[in-house]
């Protein structure tokens, strides 16, 4: 006889406990129980976990639920982010060095790097590195540490060690919020040191958001605009706030 699902939901929450993540696939071999259970199950337990990308992780981080859930944003303004990508894109050239931020947005711009480009990618995120990995004729370099649920991503010292080590032709950064006096922020601290840190290794900087991060604030401030060198964005940005952009040495990319 099978598991109730609050039963395989605790036995779900076990296993997390002891590895951090688990595939669907061998959460579903755990379980007794198909893959779509799995999924169906993890929908009726309110944040308690997280799905994206083939993977399983526990769901909200922080206290007060204020953690970023790529689960819940993954397809929020999806073809705004696709098209986002589509200008990011342009700046990917064989042979080069580049450093892809974690998110919902950054995906896009991770599959749209092309097969034997002899391209290194320097990444942080699961969802980030489960694309690059599969494309053949790219080198990937993985930094480690802490996993962090919130935004499937790692953070340690070490990492961040190992990042200031290496030379990034260019810097492919997310942002949650974009603001034109305050500044780019995000929604989860141990990002800051990461993306600060890429940004300063990096010949070319490049922010890459949909325009329905414009004058939103998030809780972690990392960077001002005119830190990057190009502005990637899909043709909802205002015609006027684009204006003062460019004024103010902005380079904004559009489709």
């Known amino acids: 006889m099978s598991m109730r699902r609050a039963d395989r939901l605790d036995r779900l929450q076990s296993a997390l406990d002891a590895g951090g993540y688990l595939r669907l696939k061998d959460a579903a071999r755990l379980l007794g129980v198909s893959e779509m259970t799995v999924r169906r199950d993890i929908a009726s337990c309110d944040g308690r976990f997280a799905y994206l990308g083939g993977y399983i992780a526990g769901g909200l981080e922080s206290a007060g639920g204020m953690g970023y859930i790529l689960d819940r944003e993954r397809d929020a303004h999806i073809e705004m982010k696709r098209t986002a990508c589509d200008s990011a894109a342009t700046l990917l050239k064989p042979g080069e060095t580049v450093f892809i931020d974690c998110g919902t947005t950054t995906t896009h711009l991770a599959s749209r790097i092309p097969a034997d480009s002899q391209i290194t990618v320097v990444c942080y995120a699961m969802n980030i590195a489960e694309i690059v990995c599969k494309k053949p004729g790219l080198r990937v370099v993985m930094l480690g540490g802490l996993y962090h649920a919130s935004s499937a991503s790692f953070s340690s010292p070490e990492s961040l060690e190992m990042l200031r080590g290496i030379g ?26 990461i993306k600060q840190t890429a940004i300063a290794n990096a010949v070319t900087k490049a922010l890459v958001v949909d325009s329905s991060k414009f004058d939103q604030v998030k809780p972690a401030f990392f960077a001002k605009l005119n830190s990057f060198d190009f502005l990637c964005c899909d043709d909802g940005i205002d015609p006027a706030r684009a204006e003062r952009l460019a004024a103010a040495g902005v380079r904004i990319m559009l489709p």
């Open 168 to 193: 990034i032709n260019t810097a492919f950064i997310s942002a949650g919020g974009v603001h034109e006096s305050l500044g780019i922020s995000c929604s989860n601290f141990h990002e800051v040191e």
